[in-house]
């Protein structure tokens, strides 16, 4: 049974930081690309960042310079470090890992709230 388990999410005021975290089981996670999604209400699910099994990385342009994306393959878990948060990155976030060959990612997480004051 796959999961993927988010955590980390939380109300932080503009310029904080958060680090979000995305426990897997059940995937072969150290060959699995990994990414992160988020949704704000009423819009639709924007890809934040990606890293590869290799680790390689790629950042939406709305987040480069302020979110790192890294994983740790002994832990199965792979991580979003927020820096300089803005009230625009209030939004659901949620993890997902496809395998390298699939098109799209296939196994999701349940989501974690990060809502930013300002």
């Known amino acids: 049974q796959v999961q993927l388990v988010e955590s980390g999410g939380g109300l932080v005021q503009a310029g904080g930081s958060l680090r979000l975290s995305c426990a897997t089981s059940?995937?072969?996670?150290?060959?699995?690309?990994m990414a992160w999604h988020r949704q704000a209400p009423g819009k639709q699910r924007d890809l934040v960042a990606v890293?590869?099994?290799?680790?390689?990385?790629n950042y939406a342009d709305f987040v480069k310079g302020r979110f790192t994306i890294s994983r740790d393959n002994a832990k199965n878990t792979v991580y979003l470090q927020m820096n300089l948060l803005k009230p625009e990155d209030t939004a659901v976030y949620y993890c997902?890992?496809?395998?390298?060959?699939?098109?799209?990612?296939?196994?999701w997480g349940q989501g974690t709230q990060v809502t930013v004051s300002s």
């Open positions: 890293i590869t099994a290799g680790g390689s990385t």
């Open positions: 059940g995937i072969i996670f150290n060959s699995n690309t």
């Open positions: 997902a890992a496809k395998a390298a060959w699939r098109s799209s990612y296939n196994n």
